[in-house]
C-alpha cells in the first residue's frame, strides 16, 4: 500500500450544507412537498367544501362595507392550519403560528404566509358555529367514498379536562356570602384609594383590579346558576333553598362518615383491611369515611353488616336519593375559571373539572358521523339527539345503535323502537329488593341472546379506538378554551380531523392498489 493511497484516503470529499447559497429562482411552494402529503390532499379537499358561511361574514361586513381595511386571510387557509395543525398534535395558537414557519407542510398551505396567533384565534371564535357545521360536510364525503354505511353504529362519551383552575372553585352554598366579602374589599379599596397619596395609589390599583375581577366573576357565577335553573324549568329551588339543601346533606354526610370511622375503629380495622373485608377500593373506602363522598345506596347494607351499625347511625336513602347515588354525587361548587364545566364524576376516579365529549361511531371504518359536546353531565339525555342529528344529515337511520349503561333510558328505547332501529344498551344493576321494569328484563333478555350478545360486545372494539386515536395519537388531552361554545368547536376540529385522516388513508389506499393491480 504506497503513499498515494493514504494521502486519496485522508482527502475524503463530503456533501456539505452551504447554508448561504442564493436561490437563483424563486421558490416555489409546490417542491416543498411530495404529491402524497396529507397537506396538498388537504387543500384540495377544502376547496371542494362548501365554505360559504365563512365568507359570508367578510362580504357583509358591516363594520367595514366598502372593503377599506387590510384584506383578511381566505377562510380555506385558516382552516387548513386548523386541521392540518391538529393532525400534527398542534391545539395552542401559538404552537400554530409557530407551525407556519417550521413545518413544510404548514407553509405549503399558507403560500409561505404567517397568519399571527391572535389572527387564527378570532377567526375560530367567530366561525365556530360554521366550523361544527363543517364536519357534516366532511361525514357526507366519507359516506360518498363508501367507507360509512350505518349498518351498526355506537355512541360513547369521554370526560375531557376542562381548562379550568380547581382553585378557582367556590362551594355553591357559599357563593352569596363569598360575593359580599369581594364586593366589600373592592369597595375599602377604593376608599383608600380616594385618601391616600398619588404613589401609595399607584400601588392600591392592582389591587383594586384584582379584586373587582373576584367580585365580576363572583357574579357572573350566581347569573349562571339562576340562569341553569331557569333553562331547567326546576323553579322550585332557588339559589337560597339550594345553599340550605347543600348545608342539610353535608351535615349528614360527615355525621356518617364519623360513625363508620368510629366503627371501623371500634372493630379495630384498618382502612385497608374495611376495603379488602368487602371488596371495595381502599381509595373509596377512604373518601366515605373522610366525607368526601356520600356512600351510595347500594353500599349500606354491606358497611352495617360488616361494622354492626344500626339505621340511625347509616339509615337507607331517600329513593329519590338512591338514583342520584348510583349515577353521580351532585356538585357542590362552581368552578369561575369556566362555569359552564361540570364537576364530572367517575367510580374509578372520583371527581374531573370538564366536558364530556360525544362521539357516534360507524363500524366500517371507524369514521365519526356525529359529535357533540354534552350540555348535561350525563349521557342518556344525548342519544336522541344524537340519532336525529345523524337522520338530518343522511335522511336515513342507522340499522342497529348500541351505548354502554350510561345511555340506557325507557325514552331511548322506545325512541328506537318507534324507529326500528336495533338498540342494546344494559340497564343498570338491580339494587337489592327491587324489580326490574318490564321494559329492562326486555333489554336483558335481548341482551343475553347471541345475536344480542355479540352485538354489544363488538361496541368497544368500535369507538374505543376513536378516543385512543384522538387522545394518543392527535394528542387532544385537554380543551384550551373555555365555556361550551368555544370547547365544541375544538372537539369539532378533533373530529373533522379524525375522519379526514380516515379518508385520506382510504384514498391513499385505493390508489396504491389501482396502481399496482395487473392491467386487464
Not at 32 to 53: E, N
Not at 494 to 500: D, I, M, Q, R, Y
Request: aromatic share 8%.
Amino acid at each position: 500500500m504506497g503513499p498515494n493511497f493514504l494521502a486519496m484516503k485522508q482527502s475524503k470529499t463530503y456533501v456539505r450544507a452551504n447554508r448561504d447559497q442564493q436561490l437563483l429562482l424563486p421558490p416555489d411552494v409546490n417542491c416543498y412537498i411530495s404529491d402524497g402529503h396529507f397537506a396538498r390532499w388537504l387543500v384540495r379537499i377544502i376547496d371542494l367544501l362548501d365554505l360559504s358561511k365563512f365568507t359570508d361574514r367578510y362580504e357583509h361586513d358591516d363594520m367595514d362595507p366598502v372593503g377599506r381595511g387590510r384584506p383578511p386571510y381566505h377562510p380555506s387557509m385558516l382552516l387548513g392550519i386548523l386541521i392540518y395543525g391538529a393532525s400534527r398534535r398542534f391545539w395552542t395558537f401559538r404552537r400554530l403560528e409557530q407551525m407556519t414557519y417550521s413545518d413544510v407542510g404548514a407553509r405549503y398551505i399558507t403560500g409561505n404566509l404567517h397568519p399571527d396567533h391572535s389572527c387564527i384565534a378570532k377567526f375560530r371564535k367567530q366561525h365556530a358555529d360554521a366550523i361544527g357545521e363543517l364536519f357534516a360536510q366532511v361525514v357526507l364525503a366519507c359516506r360518498q367514498a363508501g367507507i360509512v354505511d350505518l349498518q351498526n353504529v355506537a355512541l360513547d362519551s369521554v370526560v375531557i379536562p376542562a381548562d379550568a383552575s380547581r382553585q378557582s372553585s367556590v362551594k355553591i352554598n357559599e357563593l352569596e356570602q363569598k360575593f359580599e366579602e369581594a364586593k366589600a374589599i373592592a369597595k375599602s379599596l377604593m376608599d383608600r384609594m380616594e385618601a391616600a397619596e398619588a404613589a401609595e395609589c399607584e400601588a392600591l390599583k392592582e389591587e383594586l383590579h384584582q379584586a373587582k375581577n373576584r367580585e365580576k366573576k363572583l357574579q357572573e357565577a350566581i347569573a349562571f346558576l339562576e340562569s341553569r335553573k331557569n333553562q331547567s324549568g326546576d323553579s322550585s329551588q332557588d339559589l337560597s333553598s339550594l345553599k340550605k339543601d347543600l348545608d342539610t346533606e353535608e351535615e349528614q354526610q360527615l355525621a356518617e362518615a364519623a360513625s363508620v370511622r368510629a366503627a371501623r375503629e371500634l372493630k379495630g380495622l384498618s382502612s385497608r383491611g374495611l376495603a379488602k373485608l368487602l371488596g371495595f377500593a381502599a381509595s373509596t373506602v377512604h373518601q366515605w369515611e373522610h366525607g368526601a363522598h356520600r356512600i351510595p345506596g347500594d353500599k349500606r347494607e354491606a358497611l352495617r353488616i360488616a361494622l354492626d351499625l344500626d339505621h340511625s347511625s347509616l339509615p337507607d336513602l331517600p329513593p329519590t336519593q338512591q338514583a342520584e347515588s348510583r349515577k353521580a354525587p351532585a356538585p357542590t361548587s362552581v368552578i369561575l375559571s369556566d362555569f359552564e364545566a361540570y364537576w364530572i364524576y367517575r367510580p374509578n376516579c372520583g371527581y374531573r373539572v370538564g366536558y364530556l365529549g360525544m362521539a357516534t361511531v360507524d363500524s366500517k371504518n371507524q369514521v365519526i358521523i356525529d359529535a357533540s359536546v354534552s350540555e348535561k353531565n350525563a349521557d342518556a339525555p344525548n342519544l336522541i339527539p344524537s340519532l336525529e342529528r345523524i337522520h338530518d344529515t343522511f335522511a336515513r337511520w342507522p340499522s342497529q345503535f348500541s351505548g354502554d349503561t350510561g345511555f340506557y333510558s325507557h325514552e331511548n328505547q322506545d325512541y328506537t323502537k318507534a324507529h326500528n332501529i336495533r338498540f342494546y344498551s344494559p340497564p343498570q344493576a338491580l339494587q337489592k329488593g327491587h324489580e326490574p321494569s318490564k321494559k329492562s328484563k326486555e333489554m336483558r333478555e335481548k341482551l343475553a341472546t347471541p345475536e344480542g350478545r355479540t352485538a354489544y360486545n363488538t361496541r368497544s372494539a368500535v369507538v374505543e379506538p376513536v378516543f385512543g386515536n384522538i387522545k394518543f395519537n392527535m394528542g387532544f388531552v385537554r380543551f384550551w378554551t373555555t365555556r361550551h361554545r368555544n370547547v365544541s368547536c375544538e372537539w369539532s376540529i378533533a373530529c373533522t380531523t379524525h375522519n379526514l385522516l380516515k379518508l385520506f388513508r382510504h384514498v391513499a389506499t385505493e390508489l396504491a392498489m389501482k396502481a399496482f393491480s395487473p392491467a386487464p
